[in-house]
């Protein structure tokens, strides 16, 4: 390599620790200007042994019309209103998990992140969780609003640590799930976007926390599984 393909690689790989850092204007600039609540835990959730084989609709016909009406309505902000009424209406639905990762899709789609982050940290203390789709679908959900969500001077420490606890137990489901799958082809393709937002989410997360090499090594990792894929503002 020469000394300008050298430095303007290192040109490229700052521009994008600044991207990470996702702010226009001040680094610790608060999202929506309130204070950003953030949360930690040591453990990785624990699911059962095993994955539930099979749900049943414990209200009958109503239940699953109501379902497939909520998790169907075209326009995200309908759909969030839906299935909130659905796990309101149904709070010991077998589908309340799913139904409440669909609305963190929905979230995402309007970029709620604020109310992505909440509902990801809900889906994943949940009592009835129980399947590692379910369970990386709210590690993913969570690393991507904490992305979005800028933290003041004094919240960044706790946002640093609820990041890394984040990506660490997302990854560690990701392998589970691997190696549960035989690491067939097909999982290794639904991973990979959860593998691009635990990376981007934890270099972040890393220059936040002065960690430059650590920052350099996730970001440059994210960009070779996604290199054109634009963060949303």
Known sequence: MTYTQGWANSVWKRFVLAALLCGHGNLTALAHGQGAHFSKSDACIALPS???TSRTWKHG?????????????????????????????YPDSDYDDVALLVKLG????????????????????SPTLDHLTLLIGGYMQLAEALFHIKADEAAVRTKVDEVGWTVRCGREALQRRRILSGNSERVDTAASGAE??????????????????????????????????????
């Open 61 to 89: 016909e109503p239940e699953q019309r109501d379902y497939i009406r909520a998790s169907t309505t075209k326009d995200s902000k309908a759909r969030i209103d839906s299935l909130t009424e659905f796990l309101t209406r």
């Open 106 to 125: 929905a979230e995402d789609e309007i970029h709620d992140w604020e109310a992505l982050a909440a509902d990801s940290r809900k889906l994943l203390r």
């Open 50 to 52: 095993a994955n539930r």
């Open 196 to 233: 691009f937002t635990f990376a981007m989410a934890q270099a972040q997360a890393s220059l936040l926390g002065n960690d430059e090499a650590s920052a350099l090594r996730e970001s440059s990792a994210a960009l070779q599984m996604k290199p054109s894929e634009d963060r949303k503002s």
